[in-house]
């Protein structure tokens, strides 16, 4: 079982703090907002204190449906990388709207942005940056049909930090501005016609 989840022991946090080699033996750490657990000594973002739990060893962790960190391997364990890239995918889903970016996301997954774009691309054959546009796209389509928000709320709670940027890629990748895509879905009854 874990700790007890909300007093971590100061000379614990202090050794997360720290990236203290000298506790790697003593217990491991779990960061509830990402699912991956790492030793103390993991050189990964500090989490937020509220984040995390503690754990004794990396079954405890593993029981909890936590995974291990591709950066610093606690006991040695490797997260296949098909499930971490399936992680990462998960986490974009639901993330699409923040800014996120290659180093953002091998922070939050502890992996190097080298090595995260060359196996994400490998499983699911594109890049990050291709699958947030396709997400953000989604999303945006979505609400294009079921909103009455202008282009430029939509490309915003997109994640499409401009509407210029926005209005272009939409062009590129479905052909038409958002604005003319509303304006067919909406003539047509609300049913696409592509699909």
């Known amino acids: 079982m874990a700790y007890e989840k909300t007093a971590i022991p100061d000379e ?3 050794a997360i703090r720290d990236c203290d080699k000298a506790y790697d033996d003593t217990f491991l750490y779990g960061v509830k907002t990402t699912g991956i657990f790492c030793k103390p000594s993991c050189k990964s973002r500090l989490p937020n204190i509220e984040n995390v739990t503690i754990f004794r060893n990396a079954n405890m962790a593993l029981k909890e449906n936590f995974r291990p960190c591709k950066r610093c391997k606690p006991d040695g364990l490797i997260l296949p990388v098909e499930e971490w890239i399936k992680q990462m995918t998960e986490w ?3 993330h699409y709207s923040q800014p996120i970016s290659l180093h953002s996301l091998g922070e939050i997954f502890h992996g190097s942005p080298f090595h995260l774009q060359r196996q994400f691309k490998k499983v699911t054959g594109i890049s990050p940056a291709e ?3 396709k997400v953000r796209l989604e999303r945006a389509v979505q609400m294009l049909e ?4 202008t282009i430029a709320e939509i490309g915003l709670s997109a994640g499409f930090a ?5 209005i272009s890629l939409f062009k590129k990748k479905l052909g038409t501005t958002p604005a003319a895509y ?3 879905y909406l003539r047509s009854g609300g049913i696409d016609h592509e699909t």
Do not use: A, C, L, V
């Open 146 to 149: 079921t909103t009455e928000q």
């Open 12 to 14: 614990f946090w202090k």
């Open 92 to 94: 974009i889903d639901q």
């Open 131 to 133: 699958y947030i546009q």
């Open 162 to 166: 401009s509407t210029p940027y926005f």
């Open 182 to 184: 509303r304006k067919n």
